[in-house]
């Protein structure tokens, strides 16, 4: 999961050196308009499929180091000027990505909590494994575990 997570951060920080020239600080644009771009191609390349992220500490802090870059830089600020970050979103009026990806993933568990019988993502959720564990190291991923497929009923 932190390989895709990486990979998102990469697209969106491609984005912005895309857009670094000819938009993020040219003074001509307002910040209104700066911040749509940030609305509409930033956060959506950022978070493409975060609904199923699983957010540690580590990923928190580079969600949030990818965000706050893009911010800077639209509010012509650097590291030198020493802003803290929640001012610098008061300034814009932006609420943190890291809220909206929670509330997000908050509303994906309650759609997985409604979801009728035989739907694979509701049956994924509520599948209790049965027996024992094999012995040694755990299987690292759903694909490898041919007992977590025949559990499920799948193929």
Same mark, same amino acid.
């Given at each position: 999961?932190? +390989? ?12 912005? +050196?895309? %857009? ?10 307002? =910040? ?6 940030? =609305?509409?191609? &930033? #956060? ?8 199923? *992220? !699983? !957010? @540690? ?7 949030? $180091?990818?965000?706050?870059? &893009?911010?800077?830089? !639209?509010?012509?600020?650097? %590291?030198? /000027? +020493?802003?803290?970050?929640? #001012? ?14 929670? @509330?997000?993933?908050?509303? *994906?568990?309650? /759609? ?7 739907? %694979?993502?509701?049956?994924? &959720?509520? $599948? ?6 094999? =012995?040694? +190291?755990?299987? @690292?991923? *759903?694909?490898?575990?041919?007992? $977590? *497929?025949?559990?499920?009923?799948i193929p």
């Open positions: 999961m932190e +390989r895709e997570i990486d990979r998102r951060i990469g697209v969106a920080s491609a984005v912005m +050196r895309t %857009l670094h020239g000819s938009v993020v600080v040219k003074r001509e644009l307002s =910040r209104k308009a700066k911040l749509s771009i940030y =609305r509409s191609i &930033f #956060v959506p390349a950022l978070t493409y499929g975060h609904e199923l *992220w !699983v !957010v @540690t500490e580590r990923t928190r802090s580079q969600v949030q $180091a990818a965000e706050m870059s &893009f911010l800077c830089r !639209v509010a012509g600020l650097s %590291l030198r /000027d +020493r802003v803290r970050s929640s #001012v610098i979103r008061e300034e814009l009026g932006v609420d943190p990505l890291l809220l909206r990806i929670e @509330t997000s993933q908050m509303r *994906w568990l309650g /759609d997985l909590v409604r979801m009728p019988p035989g739907r %694979l993502p509701g049956e994924v &959720f509520r $599948a209790r494994p049965t027996g024992r564990r094999p =012995r040694g +190291r755990p299987r @690292t991923c *759903w694909r490898r575990s041919r007992l $977590a *497929w025949e559990r499920l009923g």
